[in-house]
């Protein structure tokens, strides 16, 4: 079947936002009394920052999260009003802007509160701040004294008015396996460090830890927030436990290209660079112009799974940086078809995370790595505002 896109470009990614607000929407039932927070960082991973994140806001999310603060300035240059908080800054972030912006800012050292107070005094108005706290990831946050030291400089520039710490949050280690022990000891820091804040007179409006696995696993970790990233987009992030369908998720994102080349070689020739595979008999490839500057990992070679005409097939020969190859046999496919790469896995089609079992690695890194020479094809709906 051929799904050629305007202009003839060889492959693309279609995103369904309608899957997205419908995660959301699952999401909320495993949060509770809690609010979600639908994490749209390194471009909703890979699936489009404003349409995705405005999806999520129809599916019930009433916050945004970001890694980093240009994200927060794109969303509120799209319009997108909801709160945002952003959480990993380096010096010389535009604080300026952001508290300007109304957005909240993560902090999770001395140095960085020192930087948004300058940045209030500059601006007079007071910065939203949110503190991150390290409970056992070893990560970004304020760990052991240094977290001591950030809750106490805070209290001479609230009482200033230069700032309002308006939540503190922290990171899972292992919440991926709800039953290690670090879930429950990292659970009772954070308590301990909600107290801190408590003690010191802040007056929080949310407390937060969960990201998706401690969402679908982890109900008592809710606090008043719950931060998924991945199952937003209905993948699964424990996928050792179960499915995305498993917990009512559906995969948003399906890349696909379409077939270029399509010719008979002779048993034994080799296919691809350094002819790693070479077909046992007379056979039909495929080229599918795709490739590793497109987020195809190299490592999949001979090893991931596509799907053409209804028939799952695997990469013949390496990856190269447009383009794969595919070895059908004696199948009847013409230039122009639809080579899916990964989809919904309800729909038959392989998925992100058996892209991921192909090649060592997770889930979030194929979805976040796809990209943005590839279009972005929004399905679902209205588009919710795009």
Known sequence: ???????????????????????????????GDAEVMAVVKGDAYGHGLVPSARAAVAGGASWLGVAQMDEAFELRAAGVEEPVLSWLHAPGTDFDRAIVSGIDIGVPAVWEL???????????????????????????????????????????????????????????AFADAPTHPTVLQ???????????????????????????????????????????????????????????????LRAAMTVSANATVVKRIPAGQGVSYAHTYAPERETTVVDVPIGYVDGVPRSGSNRAPVQ????????????????????????????????????????????????????????????????????????GGEHHGE
Request: glycine share 10%; net charge negative.
């Open 1 to 31: 079947m051929s799904s050629s896109l305007p202009g003839g470009s060889p492959a693309r990614v279609t995103i369904d936002l309608d899957a997205i607000a419908a995660n959301v929407r699952a999401l909320k039932g495993f949060a």
């Open 114 to 172: 020192d930087a948004v107070v300058e940045a209030a005094r500059r601006v007079g108005r007071t910065a939203r701040v949110q503190f991150k706290v390290d409970t056992g990831l070893a990560r970004n946050g304020a760990y052991g004294a240094d977290w001591d030291a950030l809750v106490a400089a805070a209290g001479p520039y609230v009482a200033e008015g230069a700032v309002k710490v308006v939540g503190v949050f922290t990171h899972f």
């Open 186 to 248: 990292q659970q009772e820091k954070f308590a301990d460090a909600v107290r801190d804040c408590e003690r010191a007179g802040f007056d929080l409006e949310v407390r937060h830890m969960s990201n998706s696995a401690a969402t679908l696993t982890t109900p008592q970790a809710a606090w008043d927030m719950v931060r998924p990233g991945l199952a937003v987009y209905g993948l699964s992030p424990v996928p050792d436990l179960g499915r995305p369908a498993d917990y009512g």
């Open 308 to 379: 053409i005409g209804g028939s799952s097939y695997t990469i013949s020969g390496r990856v190269c940086m447009d383009q794969f190859v595919v070895d059908v046999g004696d199948a009847q496919v013409s230039a122009g078809d639809e080579v899916v790469l990964f989809g919904d896995g309800e729909l038959g089609v392989p998925t992100a995370q058996d892209w991921a079992d192909a090649n060592d690695t997770i889930s979030y890194e194929i979805v976040a790595r796809m990209s943005s020479r590839l279009p972005r094809v929004y399905v």
